[in-house]
């Protein structure tokens, strides 16, 4: 019988889920190949960490070479760049297309630097990842006492990367600038954790701009509505958009250009393409993009992904009604909240250490 091709297009979050358990458990009479741009995969949880110091960037990184080593994939190092799904191809930037028989899609999404003038060519977005770890090094050397550093976004990366500069680059003398715009600190987050976190931006001398959308990046700052705020860098931690190569897919998608997917995660309409994680839009209700969602809809993606290539019935991903939202202070202090509860503390960075390192050894080979 001739060998059948499971492709893996991204090595986020969910896809590393999958690519242990082929590790465990072999699919018989397929091969694997993992397509992915960056040989090492970030997990979010502790990028934040990366910035404050707390943890070196190998801490942070899955080596996606080791992890399709031990799950007997094969690794393509390049970008996906489109599909031929009529034909099965894989279009990729830098080599001859793949061809599969099963696709599975965990590109994440990418930072909105799009729509606000000169965001693309002055902030730093915080992916891809191999892009922002050299420049963030560059301007911790680079940044002097009376520079200003500013972060853009007001969700949980903006918060944690704005407590992470003020840790890093406070007692140097450099000041850090949040700009959260009319949406606001954490708007999708309790109320009690919001006032938390502001009582904690304003108690770490973080400036909070809020009520106006940054209208404008320039080599001198932000420009919020008729006022400059000046900075030196301007690092962007937006919501984040749709891959353009989504739009050459021929898949489905939402107004926003992600993937619509049915509760078992496989692409509306389609028998042998699934995708999970930020880019994917979960059928009936979108889920918000976050980390957490990606690293659940893991496990069932690839129970399905065997499934699918068993010819055996599909399970739906059965999202939780909420989950716990630990938040980095960068100062070896965390904040979190599960149902309408907040806390904070020493203790609760001990915590978020400890299942984050949990996380990753799964994943490094150092762990179940
Ligand atoms: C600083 C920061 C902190 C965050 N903190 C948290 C947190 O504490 N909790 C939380 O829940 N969420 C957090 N998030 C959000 C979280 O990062 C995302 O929701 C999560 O990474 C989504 O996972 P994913 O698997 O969908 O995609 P990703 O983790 O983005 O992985 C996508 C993978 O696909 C690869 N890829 C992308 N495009 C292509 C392409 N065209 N071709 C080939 N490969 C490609 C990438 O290199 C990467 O390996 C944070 C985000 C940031 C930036």
Known sequence: MTERTLVLAGGGHAHVEVLRQLAERPLAGWRAVLVTRESHSPYSGMLPGV????????QAL????????????SLVLDRVEGLDPEAQLVLRADGPPIPYDLLSIDTGATPDVSRVPGAAEHALPLKPIDGLLPRLDALF??????????VVGGGAAGCEMALAMAARLGPRGVRVVLA????????DKPAALRRRVTAEIARRGIALRSGQDVAAVTE???????EMAPAEAVLWATGAAAAPWLAHSGLPRDAAGFLLVEPSLRVTG???VFAAG????????PLPKSGVVAVRQGPVLARNLRAAAEGRTLEDYVPQRDWLVLLSLG???????RNGLVFSGRWVWWWKDWLDRRFMARYQGNGR
């Open 62 to 73: 899955i080596d996606a070479r080791a992890l399709t080593e031990r799950a007997g994939a």
């Open 51 to 58: 910035a404050a110091g707390l943890y070196r960037p190998d």
């Open 220 to 226: 001198a700052g932000l420009r919020i509505g008729d």
């Open 278 to 285: 930020d880019v994917s839009s979960l059928l009936p209700k």
């Open 331 to 337: 100062d070896g202090r965390a904040l979190g909240t």
């Open 180 to 187: 959260v715009g009319r949406a606001g600190l954490l708007p």
């Open 141 to 150: 050397a680079e940044a002097r006492a009376g520079q200003t550093v500013a």
């Open 270 to 272: 389609r028998t042998n």
